[in-house]
Nanobody, 128 residues
């Protein structure tokens, strides 16, 4: 399984970006739950959002709830992270990840060790 994250960039505070994560290889896309994590310089990688195989369940970190939206298009083998009202503290490298088990709970979604495959990351920089 290969995951390709894209869509990062430089944006002013209050702006928006949409990240994409395209999957290739492995089983069909709807077998996997998908997650987004981020890592700022000098900090550990942290959970951002996750979505179940069919999109029925979504989970968010408290810090992004109400501003970010995770979604997926199984026909396009792609997951998305729409980020609105961006803040400087959102600056980080954003990683997408796939979980072999498509059904997730909030606890499993937030667990970095739950995920089996990782993309290469895309840089998001929010200026004040």
């Amino acid at each position: 399984v290969q995951l390709q994250a894209s869509g990062g960039g430089l944006v002013q505070a209050g702006g928006s970006l949409r990240l994409s994560c395209a999957k290739s290889g492995g089983r069909t896309f709807n077998n996997y739950a998908m997650g987004w994590f981020r890592q700022a310089p000098g900090k550990e990688r942290e959970f951002v959002a996750a979505i179940s195989w069919n999109g029925d369940s979504t989970y968010y970190a408290d810090s992004v709830k109400g501003r970010f939206t995770i979604s997926r298009d199984n026909a396009k083998n792609t997951a998305y992270l729409q980020m609105n009202y961006l803040k400087p503290e959102d600056t980080a490298v954003y990683y997408c990840a796939a979980d072999n088990y498509g059904v997730i709970t909030r606890s499993s979604a937030m667990n970095i060790n739950e995920y089996d495959y990782w993309g290469q990351g895309t840089q998001v920089t929010v200026s004040s």
